[in-house]
């Protein structure tokens, strides 16, 4: 066997992947190699000499499925569809701000970027060795956070949180309205925008506009109920309750039909 190496530094080996059984060519790509920092075995070097190895790199367009490598699965435009935000939690917005967003097919969301349209900062991406994978159907969360302890997060679900955004849900108002968008590889999967929106309460798509062009319709989003816990109002990482319907002026509800007045 034979392997070359790069990227070293000073008191930290190289390592090859632990996320797979050790292949002989497995180790001819620089790629399955990662920097040791996890384990030191003597003052100031780190490493896992003689011992199975403890890091994991993060290999573009690769992850790792339960020991497997394989593929990852990106998402196309409209297949990941933003269905609730919440910029106004009760308690502090840099620990409760959150938005949801369903999966329309089985994705993974390795390498998807987290971010605003209106500032000047790069995606935060979503990166890890292990593949982020999410169902069709599946609701599930981004958090302002990086916290795993519930009190600070308002009593968000734990299980239901995919990654942590680097960037404050703005209020909203009509000459600077608020937005998120998820993008791939300098592409838009999905993306929102709001010009208002109210302090404890999310803002909720109706579950029969859960897609990429119905929820760029502000008269779509109403009200997010019941509560969820500290953080406010809302359903973060469930299926949200329906819209009330909007009458407007000039016309009428005739047994559900929306009509002119005559």
């Known amino acids: ?41 003597e003052a100031g070097n780190f490493g896992t000499p003689g011992s199975e190895n403890d890091c994991t790199p993060v290999i573009a367009g690769s992850c790792n499925d339960e020991g497997v490598m394989r593929p990852t699965v990106p998402p196309a435009p409209g297949q990941l569809v933003i269905t609730e935000v919440m910029p106004q939690p009760t308690g502090t917005d840099g620990d409760r701000e959150w938005f949801e967003v369903k999966a329309l097919a089985d994705v993974d969301l390795n390498g998807l970027g987290l971010d605003r349209a209106g500032d000047t900062a790069n995606p935060k991406k979503l990166e890890s060795p292990d593949c982020i994978h999410v169902a069709a159907g599946e609701y599930f969360i981004f958090t302002a956070s990086a916290s795993t302890d519930q009190v600070v997060l308002g009593d968000l679900p734990l299980d239901k949180i995919k990654g942590q955004f680097n960037f404050a849900l703005i209020n909203g108002a009509v000459d600077a309205p608020g937005d998120v968008q998820l993008v791939l590889e300098g592409t838009v999967i999905d993306a929102v925008t709001w010009a208002k929106s109210k302090a404890d309460v999310s803002l909720s798509l109706d579950p029969g506009a859960e897609d990429a062009g119905e929820n760029d319709q502000s008269g779509n989003f109403c009200d997010g109920s019941p509560t969820y816990g500290a ?7 469930e299926v949200n309750g329906a819209c009330p319907i909007v009458v407007p002026a000039g016309s009428c509800d005739d047994a559900g039909v929306i009509r002119a007045i005559n």
Request: glycine share 12%; hydrophobic share 25%; charged share 25%.
């Open 1 to 41: 066997d034979s392997t070359d190496y790069d990227s070293v530094k000073e008191g930290h080996t190289r390592q090859l992947t632990a996320s797979t059984f050790p292949d002989y060519t497995l180790n001819d790509d620089l790629a399955n190699w990662c920097e040791g920092v996890s384990a030191e075995f």
């Open 231 to 237: 953080g406010g109002a809302g359903t973060p990482g």
